[in-house]
Each structure stands twice: as structure tokens, then as C-alpha cells.
């Protein structure tokens, strides 16, 4: 079970958001890569990077700040001869050409979510152009999938899309249950456990993760193919140790033998 930190980028800094409003931005860090080498420390094993400008938008603005935490990635990797940190991003990307130049410049893994939705053939395009390197992010409430930066409600089901752009060969699945987003109110297993057992491909879980005990609970249904969780507020604001968080899922995982 991996215990991802978000990185989310406003105006160049690291914020978070509540329930996906950008007016209900609090700013965790005014340099994003220093913030980058900090999960590293606690011993994060991916990030997960969200342009929020950029969702908003429809088109990258924040390349700068993304561009300096994958060259610090890079330099923690070399300095404790470890092998790739994988990196994934989502937010603003609409088009191939920005797809391979985030890739060629060193991200590991693309997450589309509106794009995926409005233009499917989009997301066909992207997945066979670079294969195993496409992420669908699917946010959604009361089983429904929201666009556009969460400020429309579509009438398409989550688990219906989820199986459709499996079969495009999608990577895995970001689902986030958008009305516990950012409130720190638990993660929804329920919604979660359903759509990961109607696929084949891993669900990352996003959205509500507050305490260890969060973890705890995805830990126990991560054999149905939940392989990590997205974490956010909790780690900034302190309610979820993520290096004691991602111990603690080691040992109930089986991948230490005890815990310290």
C-alpha cells in the first residue's frame, strides 16, 4: 500500500484546497521542491502533483514549479542511490505534445481526468501513444463524475467510465470521492472497494484520509486492488505521520516481516 503525498500547485506555491475550491486555498509551502524532498525524507516512494491553475485552465501553468521538483527528485534518488521515485501529474493537460514533454522531461506517469471525460478519443490516443504511462483521474460524488476542476456534475457513473477507459488501456485509476476531499472525514472504502472490484487495473484511493486509522482500513481491503492512497491535509496539517503511516501499512501488508 503506498502512502502518496500530493503536491498541489497554485500560482508556484504548494496549497491545498478544500473540496476542490480554489478560494479555499491554504499555502503549505512557497517552494514546492524543498516540500518534494521532504516526503522523500519521510519515506515517500511517489508523488503525486497536481497543477490546480493548470485543471482550471485547461493548459499547464504551473511548468516551473513541476520541473523544479523533478530535478530534486532526481538529486535525492542519486544522492541515496535509489532507483526511480516515480512522479505522476495531472491538472490542464488536453493535448499529446504536452504529454511527451512533461514525460521527456522526466515525469513518470500523466493523470487525465476532465480531458478523459469530454473527449474520450483523447484518452484512446494517449494511452496508445505511451503505454503504461497514462493515469485517469475520476473524481466523483454520490457516484457521479464531476469535470472541470469538480464544478460540474456529469451523468456518467464512475464504475461505467472506469471499465470503458480500461479497456483503452489506461495505467490505473485515481478515484477521489470529492465531498470528503481536503475535509479530513475518512476515506470512502465503500466507493472505493466497489469500483476497484470491477476492474483489473489498480485503484489509487483519494479524498478524506485523515488518521493512520484511514490507512488501517484500506490496508485491510487492498487485496480487492487498491494499491495506494493519495495523501494531502492530513500530512500537512499533522493528524497523519506519513513515515509511521507508511510503516504501519508495510507490516499489515506483509512487506516488513515487524514493526519497529
Known amino acids: ?136 483521474g475520476l473524481d466523483a460524488k454520490d457516484g457521479k463524475v464531476a469535470t472541470d476542476g469538480w464544478s460540474k456534475l456529469s451523468g456518467h457513473e464512475v464504475i461505467d467510465l472506469a471499465k470503458k477507459f480500461e479497456d483503452y488501456g489506461c495505467e490505473a485509476i485515481v478515484y477521489t470521492d470529492i465531498g470528503r476531499d481536503g475535509m479530513m472525514k475518512g476515506v470512502n472504502i465503500e466507493a472505493t472497494v466497489k469500483l476497484a472490484q470491477s476492474m483489473t487495473i489498480p485503484v489509487i484511493a483519494s479524498g478524506g484520509v485523515h488518521t493512520i486509522k484511514d490507512v488501517e482500513e484500506l490496508c485491510a481491503v487492498q487485496d480487492e486492488g487498491i494499491q495506494g492512497v493519495i495523501c494531502g491535509r492530513s500530512i500537512y496539517e499533522g493528524t497523519l505521520d506519513l513515515q509511521q503511516a507508511q510503516d504501519r501499512a508495510d507490516f499489515l501488508t506483509g512487506e516488513i516481516g515487524e514493526e519497529d
Open 1 to 136: 500500500m503506498l502512502l502518496i503525498p500530493a503536491i498541489d500547485l497554485k500560482d508556484g506555491q504548494c496549497v491545498r484546497l478544500k473540496q476542490g475550491d480554489m478560494d479555499q486555498a491554504t499555502v503549505f509551502s512557497e517552494d514546492p521542491a524543498d516540500m518534494a524532498r521532504h516526503w522523500l525524507q519521510q519515506g515517500a516512494r511517489r508523488l503525486h502533483l497536481v497543477d490546480l491553475n493548470g485543471a482550471f485552465a485547461g493548459k499547464p501553468k504551473n511548468e516551473p514549479a513541476i520541473k523544479s521538483i523533478v530535478a530534486a527528485v532526481r538529486e535525492y534518488a542519486l544522492e541515496y542511490d535509489l532507483d526511480e521515485i516515480p512522479i505522476q501529474l495531472g491538472g490542464g493537460i488536453r493535448d499529446l505534445d504536452t504529454i511527451e514533454r512533461y514525460l521527456d522531461g522526466g515525469l513518470t506517469y500523466i493523470i487525465i481526468g476532465t480531458a478523459a471525460v469530454k473527449n474520450p478519443g483523447f484518452l484512446h490516443d494517449a494511452c496508445s501513444a505511451f503505454p503504461g504511462q497514462i493515469i485517469v
